[in-house]
């Protein structure tokens, strides 16, 4: 990239969060973004990759992953699809997938700790660990949410199975989960509708808010969401290229439209404040794919990876996971893979 173009990014980007409040109204008295802990070196984060992380025992491969979570003790979930593809008509396979979908590694050392989710799932999208180490996936097929125990026991399911809807008890294609402190958890109904519900702990429906459009608080593909610390919702609105920002009702808070937005898929927020996107890229412009470091105000920090099939780089680059010492775990769908980072000393 050359300076001059680094210099127009830095600038538009500046020039786009300076229009931000003035074009779509936010009260700066009622919206103020969480800035870093005193005496952060947020600024100065710089990220690397762990080499040979996970370690996959002999005859075990990942297929397509999917997501990636952290639990409470900082082992990692990989949701891969054991071989299922998404079809380039527009119907799903709807049979279950017959071997193990849900991976468990030692988040320190990368040995695979357990399996499950054989016979669960027919085309899983996400993967949520709430703060009970219960376990949460989104299914596109099924048109259902499950809750599952932290060792696949079925707590929970939400939808008709192969029912597509736009009620309260059915979704179209949900796309993923984000459990708030109280239990209470919201889903984003991205591929069929555009909307977001929320649910009580014991799941009953309580709200929902969105249609198909470009206004704020309208979606044109709702693909991932996070809560951040102080129950604010973020949506990234994945055919619109921005991130939005709502309260724990539905209100409108404020948005993200960064340069840096190409085809954003998901979104996690670390302990600091710090937000993580993945950033997927696309078939013309490949080598935008990584993950964005950015401030709570939605300016960047850092780009981790590009294009490519080496250690550090990403082909697809799907979800993104933080671990308690903000490690970033990142799924890279076409590249059948997940790889950590750590903090550069």
């Given at each position: 990239?050359?300076?001059?173009?680094?210099?127009?990014?830095?600038?538009?980007?500046?020039?786009?969060?300076?229009?931000?409040?003035?074009?779509?109204?936010?009260?700066?008295?009622?919206?103020?973004?969480?800035?870093?802990?005193?005496?952060?070196?947020?600024?100065?984060?710089?990220?690397?990759?762990?080499?040979?992380?996970?370690?996959?025992?002999?005859?075990?491969?990942?297929?397509?992953?999917?997501?990636?979570?952290?639990?409470?003790?900082?082992?990692?979930?990989?949701?891969?699809?054991?071989?299922?593809?998404?079809?380039?008509?527009?119907?799903?396979?709807?049979?279950?997938?017959?071997?193990?979908?849900?991976?468990?590694?030692?988040?320190?050392?990368?040995?695979?700790?357990?399996?499950?989710?054989?016979?669960?799932?027919?085309?899983?999208?996400?993967?949520?660990?709430?703060?009970?180490?219960?376990?949460?996936?989104?299914?596109?097929?099924?048109?259902?949410?499950?809750?599952?125990?932290?060792?696949?026991?079925?707590?929970?399911?939400?939808?008709?199975?192969?029912?597509?809807?736009?009620?309260?008890?059915?979704?179209?294609?949900?796309?993923?989960?984000?459990?708030?402190?109280?239990?209470?958890?919201?889903?984003?109904?991205?591929?069929?509708?555009?909307?977001?519900?929320?649910?009580?702990?014991?799941?009953?429906?309580?709200?929902?808010?969105?249609?198909?459009?470009?206004?704020?608080?309208?979606?044109?593909?709702?693909?991932?969401?996070?809560?951040?610390?102080?129950?604010?919702?973020?949506?990234?609105?994945?055919?619109?290229?921005?991130?939005?920002?709502?309260?724990?009702?539905?209100k409108f808070l404020m948005q993200w439209r960064s340069p840096h937005f190409l085809s954003p898929q998901d979104i996690k927020i670390g302990s600091s404040g710090?937000?993580?996107?993945?950033?997927?890229?696309?078939?013309?412009?490949?080598?935008?794919?990584?993950?964005?470091?950015?401030?709570?105000?939605?300016?960047?920090?850092?780009?981790?990876?590009?294009?490519?099939?080496?250690?550090?780089?990403?082909?697809?680059?799907?979800?993104?996971?933080?671990?308690?010492?903000?490690?970033?775990?990142?799924?890279?769908?076409?590249?059948?893979?997940?790889q950590k980072f750590v903090r550069s000393k």
């Amino acid at each position: 990239m050359s300076h001059l173009k680094i210099i127009s990014e830095t600038c538009s980007l500046t020039l786009l969060f300076g229009l931000l409040a003035v074009g779509i109204g936010i009260d700066a008295q009622t919206v103020r973004p969480v800035r870093p802990a005193p005496g952060s070196k947020l600024s100065e984060a710089h990220y690397k990759v762990v080499h040979g992380w996970p370690v996959l025992p002999e005859g075990t491969i990942l297929d397509e992953a999917s997501a990636v979570a952290v639990d409470s003790h900082d082992n990692v979930f990989v949701l891969q699809r054991g071989g299922r593809k998404w079809p380039d008509s527009d119907v799903l396979d709807q049979k279950p997938i017959t071997v193990p979908t849900v991976f468990l590694f030692d988040g320190r050392t990368g040995s695979l700790l357990s399996k499950w989710g054989e016979n669960s799932f027919a085309l899983p999208h996400s993967l949520t660990v709430d703060l009970s180490d219960n376990i949460w996936v989104a299914d596109v097929a099924w048109h259902q949410v499950f809750k599952f125990s932290h060792d696949g026991r079925l707590l929970l399911t939400l939808g008709e199975r192969g029912k597509p809807g736009d009620d309260s008890s059915h979704f179209n294609r949900p796309t993923d989960v984000a459990i708030a402190q109280d239990g209470s958890f919201y889903v984003s109904d991205g591929y069929g509708n555009s909307r977001v519900l929320k649910f009580a702990a014991d799941g009953r429906f309580l709200l929902q808010w969105g249609t198909k459009g470009k206004e704020p608080g309208q979606f044109d593909l709702p693909h991932g969401i996070a809560l951040d610390a102080a129950g604010r919702l973020y949506v990234v609105d994945r055919q619109n290229m921005r991130v939005q920002v709502f309260d724990s009702e539905g209100k409108f808070l404020m948005q993200w439209r960064s340069p840096h937005f190409l085809s954003p898929q998901d979104i996690k927020i670390g302990s600091s404040g710090t937000v993580f996107v993945a950033e997927g890229g696309n078939d013309t412009l490949p080598d935008r794919t990584g993950v964005l470091v950015m401030r709570s105000d939605g300016s960047l920090v850092e780009r981790i990876g590009r294009y490519g099939n080496y250690d550090g780089q990403f082909q697809d680059l799907h979800w993104v996971a933080i671990g308690k010492r903000e490690q970033i775990y990142a799924a890279d769908f076409t590249g059948r893979r997940v790889q950590k980072f750590v903090r550069s000393k």
